[in-house]
């Protein structure tokens, strides 16, 4: 089965870029040493007027995999507070054949 | 210089899946013929409770190229009354180095 693709759009308010990145950057500290991780890649908008200032695009062997990872409580420790500080919306996600 | 990455996350209303997949091709099937333009592929959510049913990420030479493609008369008319019909946010992104 092909690998799924973690995809997590984040809306940042002015002024806290750095902050943003930082915590991100924790967390997939921590997510790169868990089982199933292959991937991260983090994104930054280049346009002014994008809704979404960062876009996490990860990939992971399994969807459970990933689940396991983003449930544990060291992964709710790092990220404390972040869903109210900047919003986004992780959703896991498989090519679409066309 | 890098190349830019078009993301575009679609809220997709239930039971529209077929017709939002429909309308995406007709646009990319457009946008692979214009200058710039390097691949594009649209991943199709596998959680159920997923706020973006479908993202396309899509890769272009420059900016001004997708800008340039996405602004034209042709994808105007493939594209019309979507944004009603499946709200999306397009931003252009850059690789964040870590």
């Known amino acids: 089965m ?3 693709v ?9 002024g806290q870029e750095d902050e943003a990145l930082q915590v991100w950057k ?4 921590f997510l790169r040493q868990q089982p199933g991780f292959i991937s991260t890649k983090l994104h930054k908008a280049i346009t002014p ?3 979404f ?9 399994t969807a459970e ?3 396991a990872a983003s449930s544990s409580a060291e992964f709710q420790k790092i990220t404390a ?11 896991l996600y498989q090519l679409q054949a066309l």
């Open 53 to 61: 200032h960062l876009i996490n695009i990860a990939e992971w062997e």
């Open 81 to 91: 507070g972040s869903m109210e500080a900047y919003p986004h919306y992780p959703g």
């Open 2 to 4: 092909a690998n799924v």
């Open 49 to 51: 007027n994008a809704r």
């Open 65 to 67: 995999h990933f689940q």
């Open 26 to 29: 924790r967390a997939a500290d």
């Open 6 to 14: 973690l995809i997590n759009p984040f809306e940042v308010p002015e």
